[in-house]
């Protein structure tokens, strides 16, 4: 496992959170691998308390996950897991949808619109960064929560979202399935457009299915 040393010129906690968390989407730190504090403060030379922080965070996001000794490890991947957050996220983000005024206020259709137009720009001229993918399309998501005006509901539409970041990295589905998700987004965005909300409802939870189901077709790091 190699982490790179932190600089102390920004806040610890968050630095250290990200570097946690990029390591996990990405497969570096493998599901069920165990994490210490002593451990990662010595390898990104910082001290303990932002790491317990950090891995806090990471298990209230279920990033990480934390057993009846206190021991903290990765995740596992399980088909159980891909469809219980699956099951959170389209309620979640339908929800957002439905408390939602319309039309969408133009400033938020355009915000929706440009991290659509950078995914499909990644595509084009970097086609094998998944987890690029991943993380715009995790802005796409919350984007889509934030047409509504409640914190909370976007709060937990951005930790679910987490989640998903590597959920649809490590399912290995990415790749396949990339231009069929932009179409899905491009047909949200144009009933957002149009101001036909249970459209864009009926068409995000569609979307949403799909990719769930696309996550269990293909073995990844999925198990049973």
Same mark, same amino acid.
Do not use: W
């Given at each position: 496992?190699?982490?790179?040393?932190?600089?102390?010129?920004?806040?610890?906690?968050?630095?250290?959170?990200?570097?946690?968390?990029?390591?996990?989407?990405?497969?570096?730190?493998?599901?069920?691998?165990?994490?210490?504090? $002593?451990?990662?403060?010595?390898?990104?030379?910082?001290?303990?308390?932002?790491?317990?922080?950090?891995?806090?965070? #990471?298990?209230?996001?279920?990033?990480?996950?934390?057993?009846?000794?206190? @021991?903290?490890?990765?995740?596992?991947?399980?088909?159980?897991?891909?469809?219980?957050?699956?099951?959170?996220?389209?309620?979640?983000?339908?929800?957002?949808?439905?408390?939602?005024?319309?039309?969408?206020?133009?400033?938020?259709?355009? =915000? *929706?619109?440009?991290?659509? =137009?950078?995914?499909?720009?990644?595509?084009?001229?970097?086609?094998?960064? %998944? #987890?690029?993918?991943?993380?715009?399309?995790?802005?796409? @998501?919350?984007?889509?929560?934030?047409?509504?005006? %409640?914190?909370?509901? *976007?709060?937990?539409?951005?930790?679910? %979202? %987490?989640?998903?970041?590597?959920?649809?990295?490590?399912?290995?589905? #990415?790749?396949?399935?990339?231009?069929?998700?932009? $179409?899905? =987004?491009?047909?949200?965005?144009?009933?957002?457009?149009?101001?036909?909300?249970?459209?864009?409802?009926?068409?995000?939870?569609? =979307?949403?299915?799909?990719?769930?189901?696309?996550?269990?077709?293909?073995?990844?790091?999925? $198990? $049973?």
């Amino acid at each position: 496992m190699a982490l790179t040393p932190i600089k102390k010129s920004s806040t610890l906690k968050e630095q250290a959170y990200e570097q946690i968390r990029q390591a996990i989407n990405t497969n570096t730190l493998k599901p069920g691998t165990f994490l210490t504090e $002593e451990q990662l403060s010595s390898m990104l030379s910082i001290s303990r308390t932002p790491i317990r922080s950090a891995l806090q965070q #990471l298990v209230y996001e279920k990033l990480l996950s934390q057993d009846a000794t206190g @021991h903290i490890y990765v995740s596992k991947i399980t088909e159980k897991s891909v469809t219980d957050a699956s099951k959170v996220r389209i309620a979640l983000e339908c929800m957002a949808l439905d408390c939602a005024d319309f039309p969408i206020p133009a400033e938020k259709l355009s =915000h *929706i619109d440009e991290i659509y =137009h950078e995914q499909v720009e990644l595509v084009k001229n970097n086609p094998t960064d %998944n #987890l690029g993918f991943a993380e715009l399309d995790k802005l796409f @998501h919350c984007a889509l929560a934030e047409c509504c005006d %409640n914190s909370s509901l *976007i709060e937990f539409v951005q930790s679910i %979202n %987490n989640v998903m970041v590597r959920m649809n990295v490590l399912s290995g589905t #990415l790749q396949n399935n990339r231009l069929d998700a932009l $179409e899905e =987004h491009a047909q949200i965005i144009r009933y957002l457009k149009s101001s036909q909300k249970e459209f864009a409802k009926l068409s995000l939870s569609e =979307h949403l299915k799909k990719v769930e189901a696309r996550m269990l077709l293909r073995d990844g790091v999925v $198990e $049973e």
